[in-house]
């Protein structure tokens, strides 16, 4: 499974007078790794996959909220 984090620096400007955001991440789903879905991928049970919201383990793609400013962690 590839890292599906990506991470980047924006400009920060001498002049800008709010707090600098050093880093800024996004996501790239898995689907955009896969050019044609090859026969007989390995699926998920289907519990499982109901929890995961895909079929197939190759797709999957977890999702972590971020934790919003006074919410404990």
């Not at 590839?2 to 898995?30: A, E, G, H, M």
């Not at 919201?53 to 999702?63: C, D, V």
Request: aromatic share 12%; glycine share 2%; net charge positive.
């Amino acid at each position: 499974m590839n890292n599906q984090i990506r991470s980047w620096q924006p400009f920060r400007s001498p002049l800008d007078p709010c707090p600098p955001i050093l880093v800024k991440t996004y996501v790239v789903p898995p689907n955009q790794y896969m050019v044609f879905q090859p026969m007989n991928l390995p699926q998920f049970p289907l519990a499982e996959a109901l929890r995961a919201g895909t079929l197939w383990p190759a797709l999957y793609s977890p999702y972590e909220p971020r934790s919003r400013k006074g919410e404990p962690q």
